[in-house]
């Protein structure tokens, strides 16, 4: 089993900046593919962002390209989100995923990862 808690989200006006972290503990956290996705209020979720177990590869939604960072510290079994130039459109609960089966349906689709957090809310005004 493995658990994930994320923190670091809040209020920010447009063209700012958060950082969102998740924590994970359990089963080894560095051998998880970890995933970012987000739930706006009356939208299904969707995908944000992935990294593979080592950093070395990572994956956006093209909404986030060139504004949004993942990356890890397997030291710390955590997994980073940074947001830059945000906008109102990305306001949302933010999730974190791990991804331990690795099924091979893609870093993109939710289906893929075996375990969630319950989320931070980022709320961005214009």
């Known amino acids: 089993q493995v658990q994930l808690v994320e923190s670091g989200g809040g209020l920010v006006q447009a063209g700012g900046s958060l950082r969102l972290s998740c924590v994970a503990s359990?089963?080894?956290?560095?051998?998880?593919?970890m995933g970012w996705f987000r739930q706006a209020p009356g939208k299904e979720r969707e995908f944000v962002a992935a990294?593979?177990?080592?950093?070395?590869?990572?994956y956006y939604a093209d909404s986030v390209k060139g504004r949004f960072t993942i990356s890890r510290d397997n030291a710390k079994n955590t997994v980073y989100l940074q947001m830059n130039s945000l906008k109102p459109e990305d306001t949302a609960v933010y999730h974190c995923?791990?991804?331990?089966?690795?099924?091979?349906?893609?870093?993109?689709?939710?289906?893929?990862?075996?375990?969630w957090g319950q989320g931070t809310q980022v709320t961005v005004s214009s």
């Open positions: 359990g089963r080894t956290f560095s051998r998880y593919v």
């Open positions: 995923a791990a991804d331990f089966r690795q099924t091979g349906l893609g870093w993109g689709d939710q289906r893929e990862y075996d375990y």
């Open positions: 990294i593979s177990w080592s950093g070395g590869s990572t």
